[in-house]
C-alpha cells in the first residue's frame, strides 16, 4: 500500500513539473524545454460603461440642463507583463492609453417659446478623454473547473492626459426657427477629478500558443468606487472583454 502511495505522489510531483503554467511545453521527452516564469506581451481591451451621474451644464442663452445616466464606450492597448510564482499563481503589471468617448442624453424636454409655443427638445453632453493607465494585480488559476481557466483582481490607477466636451442641442418636434442641431462649446467645463482609481475582477482562459507563449482571454468589471464629480454624481460601472497575447518568455 505504501508503495503505491508513493509511485502515485511521484507520478503527480512529474506532472506539476511538466505542466507548469498548465501548458506541456516541451519538444519531446528527450529534449526538454525549460518553462519561463516571467513573460511580456500586449494587452488589447474593448469596454462599455454604465455610468450612474447627476450634474448640470449651463449655457449662455440655453436652459440649465440636469444628466442623470450616460454611457461611454472605451479602447485601451498597451503592455503587460506576467510573472508565475508558481504552476497556479501568477502577478501582473501593465500600461494601457485608453480612449474614453462619454455621451449623455436628455430627450424629451418641454420648452416653451413666446413665439412658436412649445417645443421638444433634445441635449447630449459629450466627453472624450484620453487616460494613461497602470494597473497590478494578482491572477489564479481554477484548475478545480478547467486546467487553464483563472480568475484575477487588480487595481488600476490612471489620469486625464487631455479631454473634449461639448454640448449639442436638437430638436425633436418640427421647429423651421431651429436647425437640427446646434453646438455649443463655450459652456463651463465640468471639473472631473483627473486622477482615477478602479479596482478590476476579471474571469478568462489561457491558450497555449506554442512552446513559451501563450495568450489570456477574460471578461474584465470594474467597479464603481470612486466618485469624479465633487459637486455631483459621476460613477462608472465598466463591463470589459480583453486579450492579452505573451510571445516571450525569459
Known amino acids: 500500500m505504501k508503495t503505491k502511495l508513493l509511485i502515485l505522489i511521484i507520478f503527480f510531483s512529474s506532472l506539476a513539473e511538466v505542466f507548469s503554467q498548465g501548458f506541456d511545453w516541451q519538444y519531446s521527452a528527450r529534449l526538454p524545454f525549460e518553462v519561463p516564469t516571467f513573460f511580456t506581451g500586449i494587452d488589447f481591451i474593448s469596454s462599455y460603461n454604465i455610468i450612474s451621474s447627476d ?90 473547473l478547467l486546467p487553464h481557466i483563472f480568475s484575477s483582481l487588480s487595481l488600476k490607477a490612471g489620469f486625464v492626459a487631455s479631454s473634449k466636451e461639448e454640448l449639442i442641442l436638437r430638436k425633436i418636434s418640427e421647429a423651421d426657427w431651429l436647425a437640427d442641431e446646434i453646438h455649443f462649446t463655450g459652456f463651463e467645463s465640468l471639473k472631473l477629478s483627473g486622477i482615477m482609481f478602479e479596482p478590476h475582477l476579471k474571469l478568462g482562459y489561457d491558450v497555449n500558443l506554442g512552446i513559451g507563449s501563450y495568450s489570456s482571454i477574460y471578461v474584465d468589471i470594474g467597479l464603481p468606487i470612486q466618485n469624479r464629480y465633487s459637486k455631483g454624481e459621476w460613477y462608472s460601472t465598466k463591463i470589459s472583454l480583453g486579450i492579452s497575447i505573451f510571445p516571450l518568455g525569459y
Open 55 to 144: 450634474f448640470n451644464i449651463c449655457d449662455k442663452g440655453i436652459p440649465c440642463d440636469t444628466f442623470m445616466n450616460g454611457k461611454s464606450v472605451n479602447i485601451s492597448a498597451g503592455i503587460k507583463f506576467e510573472y508565475w510564482s508558481s504552476a497556479d499563481l501568477s502577478y501582473f503589471t501593465g500600461a494601457n492609453l485608453t480612449y474614453s468617448k462619454n455621451s449623455f442624453l436628455n430627450e424629451n424636454m418641454y420648452y416653451y417659446f413666446p413665439e412658436v409655443g412649445n417645443k421638444i427638445l433634445e441635449y447630449e453632453y459629450l466627453r472624450t478623454e484620453y487616460i494613461p493607465e497602470i494597473e497590478i494585480g494578482v491572477k489564479y488559476r481554477m484548475r478545480f
